[in-house]
């Protein structure tokens, strides 16, 4: 089978880099700052480090500086999310409400293997 978009891989990471640390630090802004329809939370409790971390983690993979530390660091803050707030109240993921931090934890490692990529401020290449 043809690979449809294998001449434009590095140009897909990037946007991907770059939308998934965008979405993360839009999290970490809704509970730092309780913007964006969020709720600022407590920098004492465990959501506040979260959403500094987000916040901060977002930002460095938006702009490809760190990719590797800043994603393994959101990726493993997505697995404790996971079995902290969601894994007692089902199963798997479709029942417990946790489809979004599995998904975050896994592109995040994805990332983290990989590294900064094109377009990115820690000048990776390809």
Known sequence: MKNVLGNWQSQTYALLRMVAGFMFM???LQKVFGILGGTRAD?????????IIELVAGALILVGFQTSLAAFLSSG???VAYFIAHQGQGAL???NGGELAVLYCFVFL???ARGDGIW???GGKE
């Open 110 to 112: 994805f990332l983290a």
């Open 93 to 95: 993921p479709i029942q």
């Open 77 to 79: 803050t997505m697995a």
């Open 26 to 28: 839009c999290h970490g």
């Open 120 to 122: 990115s401020l820690g």
């Open 43 to 51: 920098f004492t409790s465990l959501g506040g480090a979260a959403g």
